[in-house]
């Protein structure tokens, strides 16, 4: 273990008035104490070498060969060597442990190797050359020589060595932008900020007081002490807008500064990769079943053998005939020594009934199987000029038997590619009007729902405009006039889109947008085809240029995150004329409660049908800040972001204070289009008999369109529906509610559904009585987390209605529930094979749970494809995957390990039989045509004889050799059918 202990480093602290542990580190910047006069000790954190492999030179022989023996057929293959060097057996001690000892030593070379490819691979992490500064000088270091509290300069497109707090930047606003699509599967820009009041490094004198490491990506608390001479300590907050992440990318930045916080296997990445569990497939669990029943036939056999050998024996002139006289040594063994002794000769003479090289054959069967996905034309992609990825060989029959399919749908059925389509303000519809040159682009296609205005105020409609435009974590790119080097080098990411409209911009100039979600950037887009343009952030001023082409600047005041709990995000801003306004967006459910009634019926009705027609929708509200209640929340704030304990329940506290009485402008609505061929593949997958499941963090009405459009909803489909809107009809207790909805949908889809055929092994649907069942989170919440005392009796309930159904719809979910929601599934009656699929870091927890994880090359980064067990550039060629390559893969495998058994009967059954003829003196059957004649006139043989051993040392040898050729036919004549 290269870390030392967490505590180290560690402080006390006094909070609430109890002295109390506080779980973290002081770190010293640039290894300078506060105070030149006071002892100083460096506190001791772990270096920054990366370890991921295994084995070292020293330990890789016991560890390998422990690891091997594990394994059941390896270790009894070793029992019965050791039981024939021990003990007088009909066979050499050469027939099982040369097939033994060649299956070890091809598994250790091959585990080897792959543990030498991760030995470089982190040889080339720790080796990377990094720019430390050091009383003031730039020296280069190698990253594994990287110590907590080093100041570091990273440049643009280098990767950061470790985690960093970020002190200088280069860009005049003090942020930098990364990406982390090799942490999150995200590959939007992130934006992070310096620490204020930072000029000179060289002569800095502060300390970080920050958390111990945690894996959490998106949680961070710390805070900075800035000593100063002559001046009062300075204390500034930190979070994550500050934290660069190991692994992650510097953007869109000539260079930063930062000083190290967690190195090594502290980070948070490296806390995030600890290996997943070994997955093993149903054929695999199978295979050891077999070896037990083929293990109790052995045995059985060597019983049987050895209890008519000593009743035969127990005849008079049988156990000791006058051409076989027992030596002195053999009259004094003791009976029972001598039973025991036989047994295992037994056992030794029917050992081979257990394939010694079925394991290595089924190893080359899927390794170089894997290679036909691979290979497979079908699935290339040219946008990407990839195919599919075999992360792993072990589960290809897996994909031959899938029952279920959990499929995520932003960026798996949808493109993830946003396009602004409309917004609504005050009730009444706008489009934007394509022709024309008209600078505003409004079009009015609808009335307000009273219908007594034809259009909104214009005040309204900017004030709507200045919501989208400023309400967001938008950047502005950088351009090469303005002396950046690398302009045009952000032109091929994803969330950089070229902005073609009337703004400031000659018609021949670029600008982009730099965002961390594509939504953020579509509304701004969209807020620019209607006259109103973002120009930037300039030290905490943002410009906007308005339908009359005047700049306006606004300064940020504070920016409230968005957070998936709270599911909005919210900024404050003061303009010129000294008003403070605060501007929120976010889904219907957080933004309605906190607006007035009347306004929210002006907006539901448009709401609710752009999410029945597919769209994203995002609700738009404001509020006037007073200076009494803008200066109470900027205190509050302040306070909660220096809090090291509790930090996100006290910025929850604030955030739902000023959130609260705002007014309801209007709402957009982003279309995300469907994946190519996306319908067809649902319909392929639920003809061939699986259960389609979506699991989607969107809203019910956006992810119900979604599944009628992709034909995981007929329009005769009954939909059961399970939501918090459901439990709230009746007018009684949620929780009293979801049981009575429980029964009666229990009683409708399973009870009263007409029976499948009982030929089927699968629950087709009968297409008069389609069932579609919609849940969403905080339902879900309840039907898994209930104290209840009959909550296994609901849960068996929701289980039974969902396996009922032709496709369920869970929506408004959480990653872990997603996870959730696949092991109930998978831990059901009858243990079904589940498959989930999914292209972002959200689908990762799901995608481990699953049977067989499948990662889509989508524009969320790397993350889903890293951690699944096989990779595909589109939705689309899950079809083929799982009918065309997973059918053949498990009649493969089947083939192959029924051949097996079968072919290693036949060898030991003659031989049983053949101990019946030859006085049950552990004769191998091959050595009668030794002596020639037939048994009857041959004495039989006792003790340790030549012959008997030739015949038996070559049925291991072809075993092994007989399995290539088989393999062969095996392996290519599926494909030639």
Same mark, same amino acid.
């Given at each position: 273990?290269?870390?030392?202990?967490?505590?180290?480093?560690?402080?006390?602290?006094?909070?609430?008035?109890?002295?109390?542990?506080?779980?973290?580190?002081?770190?010293?910047?640039?290894?300078?104490?506060?105070?030149?006069?006071?002892?100083?000790?460096?506190?001791?954190?772990?270096?920054?070498?990366?370890?991921?492999?295994?084995?070292?030179?020293?330990?890789?022989?016991?560890?390998?060969?422990?690891?091997?023996?594990?394994?059941?057929?390896?270790?009894?293959?070793?029992?019965?060597?050791?039981?024939?060097?021990?003990?007088?057996?009909?066979?050499?001690?050469?027939?099982?442990?040369?097939?033994?000892?060649?299956?070890?030593?091809?598994?250790?070379?091959?585990?080897?190797?792959?543990?030498?490819?991760?030995?470089?691979?982190?040889?080339?992490?720790?080796?990377?050359?990094?720019?430390?500064?050091?009383?003031?000088?730039?020296? %280069?270091?190698?990253?594994? *020589?990287?110590?907590?509290?080093?100041? @570091?300069?990273?440049?643009?497109?280098?990767?950061?060595?470790?985690?960093?707090?970020?002190?200088?930047?280069?860009?005049?606003?003090?942020?930098?932008?990364?990406?982390?699509?090799?942490?999150?599967?995200?590959?939007?820009?992130?934006?992070?900020?310096?620490?204020?009041?930072?000029?000179?490094?060289?002569?800095?004198?502060?300390?970080?007081?920050?958390?111990?490491?945690?894996?959490?990506?998106?949680?961070?608390?710390?805070?900075?002490?800035?000593?100063?001479?002559?001046?009062?300590?300075?204390?500034?907050?930190?979070?994550?807008?500050?934290?660069?992440?190991?692994?992650?990318?510097?953007?869109?930045?000539?260079?930063?500064?930062?000083?190290?916080?967690?190195?090594?296997?502290?980070? *948070?990445?490296?806390?995030?990769?600890?290996?997943?569990?070994?997955?093993?497939?149903?054929?695999?669990?199978?295979?050891?079943?077999?070896?037990?029943?083929?293990?109790?036939?052995?045995?059985?056999?060597?019983?049987?053998?050895?209890?008519?050998?000593?009743?035969?024996?127990?005849?008079?002139?049988?156990?000791?005939?006058?051409?076989?006289?027992?030596?002195?040594?053999?009259?004094?063994?003791?009976?029972?020594?001598?039973?025991?002794? #036989?047994?295992?000769?037994?056992?030794?003479?029917?050992?081979?009934?257990?394939?010694?090289?079925?394991?290595?054959?089924?190893?080359?069967?899927?390794?170089?199987?894997?290679?036909?996905?691979?290979?497979?034309?079908?699935?290339?992609?040219?946008?990407?000029?990839?195919? +599919?990825?075999?992360?792993?060989?072990?589960?290809?029959?897996?994909?031959?038997?899938?029952?279920?399919?959990?499929?995520?749908?932003?960026?798996?059925?949808?493109?993830?590619?946003?396009?602004?389509?409309?917004?609504?303000?005050?009730?009444?519809?706008?489009?934007? &009007?394509?022709?024309?040159?008209?600078?505003?682009?409004?079009?009015?296609?609808?009335?307000?729902?009273?219908?007594?205005?034809?259009?909104?105020?214009?005040?309204?409609?900017?004030?709507?405009?200045?919501?989208?435009?400023?309400?967001?974590?938008?950047?502005?790119?950088?351009?090469?006039?303005?002396?950046?080097?690398?302009?045009?080098?952000?032109?091929?990411?994803?969330?950089?889109?070229?902005?073609?409209?009337?703004?400031?911009?000659?018609?021949?100039?670029?600008?982009?947008?730099?965002?961390?979600?594509?939504?953020?950037?579509?509304?701004?887009?969209?807020?620019?085809?209607?006259?109103?343009?973002?120009?930037?952030?300039?030290?905490?001023?943002?410009?906007?240029?308005?339908?009359?082409?005047?700049?306006?600047?606004?300064?940020?005041?504070?920016?409230?995150?968005?957070?998936?709990?709270?599911? %909005?995000?919210?900024?404050?801003? *003061?303009?010129?004329?000294?008003?403070?306004?605060?501007?929120?967006?976010?889904?219907?459910?957080?933004?309605?409660?906190?607006?007035?009634?009347?306004?929210?019926?002006?907006? %539901?009705?448009?709401?609710?049908?752009?999410?029945?027609?597919?769209?994203?929708?995002?609700?738009?509200?404001?509020?006037?800040?007073?200076?009494?209640?803008?200066?109470?929340?900027?205190?509050?704030?302040?306070?909660?972001?220096?809090?090291?304990?509790?930090?996100?329940?006290?910025?929850?506290?604030?955030?739902?204070?000023?959130?609260?009485?705002?007014?309801?402008?209007?709402?957009?609505?982003?279309?995300?289009?469907?994946?190519?061929?996306?319908?067809?593949?649902?319909? +392929?997958?639920?003809?061939?008999?699986?259960?389609?499941?979506? @699991?989607?963090?969107?809203?019910?009405?956006?992810?119900?369109?979604?599944?009628?459009?992709?034909?995981?909803?007929?329009?005769?489909?009954?939909?059961?529906?399970?939501?918090? %809107?459901?439990?709230?009809?009746?007018? &009684?207790?949620?929780?009293?509610?979801?049981?009575?909805?429980?029964?009666?949908?229990?009683?409708?889809?399973?009870?009263?559904?007409?029976?499948?055929?009982?030929?089927?092994?699968?629950?087709?649907?009968?297409?008069?009585?389609?069932?579609?069942?919609?849940?969403?989170?905080?339902?879900?919440?309840?039907?898994?987390?209930?104290?209840?005392?009959?909550?296994?009796?609901?849960?068996?309930?929701?289980?039974?209605?969902?396996?009922?159904?032709?496709?369920?719809?869970?929506?408004?979910?959480?990653?872990?529930?997603?996870?959730?929601?696949?092991?109930?599934?998978?831990?059901?009656?009858?243990?079904?094979?589940?498959?989930?699929?999914?292209?972002?870091?959200?689908?990762?927890?799901?995608?481990?749970? +699953?049977?067989?994880?499948?990662? $889509?090359?989508?524009?969320?980064?790397?993350?889903?494809?890293?951690?699944?067990?096989?990779?595909?550039?589109?939705?689309?060629?899950?079809?083929?995957?799982?009918?065309?390559?997973?059918?053949?893969?498990?009649?493969?495998?089947?083939?192959?390990?029924?051949?097996?058994?079968? *072919?290693?009967?036949?060898? $030991?059954?003659?031989?049983?039989?053949?101990?019946?003829?030859?006085?049950?003196?552990?004769?191998?059957?091959?050595?009668?045509?030794?002596?020639?004649?037939?048994?009857?006139?041959?004495?039989?043989?006792?003790? #340790?004889?030549?012959?008997?051993?030739?015949?038996?040392?070559? @049925?291991? @040898?072809?075993?092994?050799?007989?399995?290539?050729?088989?393999?062969?036919?095996?392996?290519?004549?599926?494909?030639?059918?």
């Amino acid at each position: 273990m290269l870390c030392h202990s967490p505590s180290v480093g560690g402080t006390r602290m006094e909070l609430k008035g109890e002295e109390r542990r506080v779980d973290s580190r002081t770190i010293y910047i640039g290894h300078r104490p506060p105070s030149a006069s006071e002892p100083f000790t460096p506190p001791k954190f772990c270096d920054n070498r990366i370890v991921s492999s295994k084995y070292t030179v020293w330990n890789f022989l016991p560890k390998n060969l422990f690891e091997q023996f594990r394994r059941i057929a390896n270790f009894y293959f070793l029992i019965i060597f050791l039981v024939q060097v021990i003990v007088d057996t009909p066979t050499s001690p050469v027939t099982s442990g040369l097939p033994l000892c060649f299956v070890i030593t091809v598994t250790a070379i091959k585990q080897g190797y792959e543990d030498w490819l991760r030995h470089k691979a982190d040889n080339e992490v720790n080796k990377y050359p990094v720019l430390v500064l050091e009383k003031g000088r730039r020296l %280069r270091k190698d990253s594994e *020589k990287i110590k907590v509290g080093d100041v @570091l300069q990273v440049e643009e497109d280098e990767t950061f060595p470790c985690d960093l707090i970020l002190l200088q930047s280069s860009r005049d606003d003090n942020t930098c932008f990364v990406t982390t699509a090799s942490l999150d599967g995200e590959s939007n820009h992130k934006t992070h900020y310096t620490v204020p009041d930072i000029e000179d490094l060289e002569s800095l004198s502060a300390t970080i007081e920050c958390e111990q490491p945690q894996p959490d990506l998106y949680k961070f608390v710390g805070r900075m002490h800035i000593y100063k001479s002559n001046q009062e300590t300075a204390v500034r907050s930190l979070g994550p807008e500050n934290l660069l992440l190991k692994g992650a990318t510097l953007k869109n930045t000539q260079k930063v500064s930062g000083v190290a916080v967690y190195t090594g296997m502290e980070t *948070k990445m490296a806390l995030n990769y600890q290996g997943k569990s070994q997955k093993r497939s149903a054929v695999e669990k199978s295979i050891n079943a077999f070896l037990l029943v083929y293990l109790c036939i052995l045995v059985s056999k060597a019983l049987v053998c050895t209890t008519l050998k000593y009743i035969w024996q127990n005849t008079p002139g049988q156990d000791e005939p006058w051409y076989n006289q027992k030596t002195q040594k053999e009259k004094d063994t003791n009976l029972y020594l001598k039973m025991f002794t #036989d047994f295992l000769s037994f056992m030794v003479l029917f050992n081979f009934i257990i394939p010694v090289s079925m394991y290595v054959t089924v190893e080359m069967q899927k390794f170089l199987g894997s290679f036909f996905i691979g290979w497979d034309k079908d699935f290339f992609d040219p946008e990407i000029q990839e195919g +599919a990825l075999v992360n792993t060989s072990d589960l290809n029959e897996e994909l031959g038997q899938v029952e279920y399919v959990f499929t995520d749908k932003t960026g798996t059925l949808t493109q993830n590619n946003m396009e602004f389509i409309e917004c609504c303000i005050d009730g009444i519809q706008y489009k934007h &009007r394509h022709a024309g040159s008209q600078v505003d682009g409004l079009g009015v296609t609808d009335g307000p729902v009273s219908g007594m205005k034809q259009k909104a105020g214009k005040d309204r409609e900017e004030l709507f405009l200045r919501a989208l435009c400023l309400c967001h974590t938008v950047q502005v790119k950088e351009s090469p006039e303005q002396g950046h080097p690398q302009g045009n080098r952000l032109a091929d990411q994803v969330d950089c889109l070229q902005m073609d409209g009337e703004g400031p911009e000659q018609p021949g100039d670029q600008m982009g947008f730099i965002a961390s979600s594509p939504d953020e950037v579509a509304l701004v887009k969209g807020a620019m085809r209607y006259g109103f343009t973002f120009l930037g952030l300039e030290s905490k001023a943002m410009k906007i240029l308005n339908n009359s082409n005047e700049i306006e600047v606004y300064e940020l005041l504070h920016v409230l995150n968005f957070d998936p709990v709270r599911r %909005r995000m919210s900024v404050i801003v *003061k303009c010129k004329a000294g008003d403070i306004l605060l501007f929120s967006k976010g889904a219907d459910s957080s933004i309605f409660p906190r607006v007035k009634l009347e306004e929210v019926e002006r907006i %539901r009705v448009h709401v609710d049908r752009n999410a029945r027609e597919g769209y994203r929708t995002l609700c738009v509200a404001y509020k006037r800040l007073s200076q009494e209640e803008y200066a109470q929340a900027d205190a509050g704030l302040r306070e909660a972001r220096l809090a090291l304990q509790d930090r996100e329940e006290k910025l929850m506290a604030v955030y739902n204070e000023v959130e609260t009485g705002m007014s309801l402008i209007g709402a957009t609505a982003v279309e995300d289009r469907l994946q190519e061929e996306a319908a067809e593949t649902m319909e +392929a997958l639920q003809g061939a008999g699986i259960k389609i499941w979506v @699991l989607t963090g969107d809203k019910m009405e956006t992810a119900k369109s979604t599944c009628f459009a992709c034909r995981l909803f007929q329009r005769s489909t009954e939909l059961l529906e399970l939501t918090v %809107r459901a439990l709230e009809e009746g007018g &009684r207790k949620r929780e009293e509610r979801l049981h009575e909805l429980l029964l009666e949908y229990h009683k409708k889809a399973v009870q009263e559904a007409p029976l499948c055929e009982a030929t089927s092994s699968r629950s087709w649907s009968v297409p008069n009585h389609d069932y579609g069942f919609i849940i969403d989170g905080a339902t879900l919440s309840m039907v898994l987390n209930s104290t209840d005392s009959n909550s296994s009796h609901y849960r068996n309930l929701f289980l039974q209605i969902c396996q009922n159904c032709t496709a369920v719809l869970c929506c408004r979910m959480a990653p872990l529930q997603k996870a959730q929601i696949v092991k109930l599934v998978k831990n059901s009656k009858g243990n079904p094979i589940t498959l989930s699929i999914g292209d972002g870091a959200n689908d990762v927890s799901m995608i481990l749970e +699953a049977h067989v994880g499948i990662g $889509i090359k989508g524009k969320e980064g790397r993350q889903a494809v890293r951690n699944s067990d096989y990779a595909i550039p589109k939705l689309k060629h899950l079809k083929k995957l799982l009918l065309a390559h997973g059918h053949l893969y498990y009649v493969r495998i089947a083939h192959l390990v029924q051949y097996f058994f079968y *072919k290693n009967l036949c060898f $030991i059954l003659p031989q049983f039989l053949y101990q019946f003829f030859c006085g049950y003196s552990q004769q191998p059957v091959g050595a009668a045509h030794l002596h020639g004649g037939s048994a009857e006139q041959r004495p039989p043989l006792q003790g #340790d004889s030549q012959e008997r051993h030739v015949a038996m040392e070559t @049925l291991p @040898l072809l075993d092994l050799t007989w399995s290539i050729p088989r393999f062969g036919l095996l392996l290519w004549c599926p494909l030639l059918v």
